[in-house]
């Protein structure tokens, strides 16, 4: 979202936790992009940093445009130990929260104070929302699964994704119309896989279950 931001020569604003990280990717954006993006460390959680970051903004930047909720929580299930804290059985109620908190707290709060910058603007902006296939469907647990492994220690995908990931969409619905009057538009994209380095096993299945892909590998479609 930054690349696209920058790459129309627009000014990406990040917000993280790590203030070198922030550092680093917007010295990379702007090295490619020839623009003046800039990172500040806030967390999205608490609400007194997100007014205030929303005034610093205002201040140095005279209005906001555009605002991208994508802030999530996403335990890896690899990262397992005796008790499979992936499955509904173990799910830790403090996991549960804090899941909650970033996904679906952060992204009202953000909403909250930047969306009503956005709908003071003469010609409105937008806000997008970063969901997930899994906002929409029901995560396919077999794409976890391992052989040698007791059927109460396989991974599954959490359940706070899914419930996250769902509650965005219901945020994107209300707040599409409740600036409409002010010209803010509000939609969700939901992503299907994306590659970030995932095991050659899991890939190979998820990969059969996508229509095209799948069909490609199993008929050899020559194209002439």
Same mark, same amino acid.
């Given at each position: 979202m930054p690349e696209a931001i920058a790459s129309f020569g627009g000014t990406p604003v #990040?917000? $993280? #936790? +790590?203030?070198? *990280?922030l550092n680093t990717q917007s010295e990379n954006l702007n090295k490619k992009y020839n623009v003046n993006a800039i990172g500040f460390a806030v967390d999205i959680t608490d609400e007194p940093?997100?007014?205030? !970051?929303? %005034?610093? /903004?205002v201040d140095k930047f005279g209005k906001i445009d555009c605002l991208i909720n994508n802030a999530a929580n996403n335990p890896k299930i690899e990262n397992i130990s005796e008790n499979n804290f992936s499955r509904l %059985? !173990? &799910? @830790?109620? *403090?996991?549960?929260?804090? *899941? #909650?908190?970033?996904? /679906?707290t952060? +992204?009202? /709060?953000? +909403?909250?104070?930047?969306?009503l910058q956005i709908s003071k603007n003469s010609n409105g902006g937008s806000i997008v929302n970063i969901s997930s296939d899994l906002g929409l469907i029901s995560p396919d647990q077999r794409l976890y699964y391992e052989e040698n492994i007791d059927s109460g220690m396989q991974n599954v995908k959490p359940v706070s994704y899914s419930v996250v990931k769902s509650g965005i969409i219901g945020l994107t619905r209300y707040l599409a119309t409740y600036w409409a009057d002010r010209n803010v538009r509000c939609n969700?994209?939901? @992503?299907?896989?994306?590659f970030n380095n995932?095991? *050659? $096993? &899991? #890939?190979k299945e998820i990969n059969f279950r996508i229509p095209m892909v799948g069909w490609q590998k199993m008929m050899s479609f020559k194209v002439l």
């Open positions: #990040l917000l $993280d #936790l +790590s203030q070198k *990280d940093q997100v007014k205030n !970051n929303m %005034e610093l /903004l %059985e !173990n &799910f @830790p109620l *403090d996991v549960w929260y804090q *899941d #909650l908190n970033v996904g /679906l952060g +992204s009202l /709060l953000c +909403s909250k104070y930047y969306g969700a994209i939901c @992503p299907g896989g994306v995932q095991k *050659d $096993d &899991f #890939l």
